[in-house]
């Protein structure tokens, strides 16, 4: 059983388009993250989310729309596409005790042509 | 959260010790270290973390000095699927908002050779 799915894993679309990415996690956490690594492969916070409720919002256009349907959803709505938003795209979650271990899922891999 | 050094990369003996060092020391007394690890194409993975205690899992050991300004993560018998970019993080507890974030750097590339 995976414990964090990312839905698409491989993502290719023309600038201009809006696309979504989905989160799913089974291990029954509170608390669900994404992460944008760049081609430097530096990895960096975009939102974080405690069941349903936004905590972490790190400087991101509005163009990038979190969306949790439930704690165990966390969706990424990205609209009007650019360049710079060709990235791995990861999402996570963890208990809500900030101590644990945030688990990562295995990415999604999007390309802005 | 405090900013870790780690040598940008490391090699390895395969079944040899891996130790990987990482400088924190301008840890606060509220703020763990935590490693994980990022296999090539895959998402981080968790290993270890403590805050002032030596700590053993099943993947590694880490090793915390005294006044708590580094620290080294050991994995005891290295394989080829060691390799991986090792990030040290340190990160306060608590549940608030900025606490919960993981605030990764350029972390050490181990190459465990055969």
């Known amino acids: 059983d995976t414990a964090v799915s990312q839905t698409p894993k491989y993502l290719v679309t023309q600038m201009g388009n809006d696309k979504s990415i989905k989160c799913e996690q089974n291990?029954?956490?509170?608390?669900m993250y994404w992460y944008k690594q760049d081609s430097k492969k530096f990895l960096k916070i975009m939102f974080s989310?405690?069941?349903?409720?936004?905590?972490i919002n790190e400087t991101v256009p509005n163009r990038f729309s979190p969306k949790s349907p439930d704690k165990a959803h966390l969706n990424l709505h990205i609209n009007s596409l650019e360049l710079g938003d060709s990235a791995v795209y990861f999402c996570?979650?963890?208990?809500?005790?900030?101590?644990?271990?945030?688990?990562f899922g295995d990415g999604t891999r999007l390309s802005i042509l | 959260d405090a900013k870790t050094t780690q040598p940008p990369s490391m090699d390895c003996a395969e079944g040899r010790a891996a130790n990987l060092p990482c400088n924190h020391s301008t840890i606060s007394g509220n703020e763990y270290v935590y490693w994980y690890r990022q296999i090539h194409s895959q998402g981080p993975q968790y290993i270890i973390h403590?805050?002032?205690n030596n700590e053993t899992n099943e993947m590694a050991s880490l090793i915390i000095t005294e006044d708590r300004k580094s620290s080294t993560l050991i994995l005891p018998h290295a394989t080829l699927r060691d390799t991986a970019v090792y990030y040290c993080i340190v990160r306060a507890v608590g549940s608030g908002g900025s606490n919960y974030k993981l605030t990764f750097g350029k972390g050490t590339l181990l190459t465990v050779n055969p």
């Open positions: 403590g805050l002032k």
């Open positions: 291990l029954g956490h509170d608390t």
């Open positions: 989310y405690n069941n349903k409720e936004l905590i």
């Open positions: 996570a979650s963890s208990p809500r005790d900030g101590n644990q271990p945030q688990h």
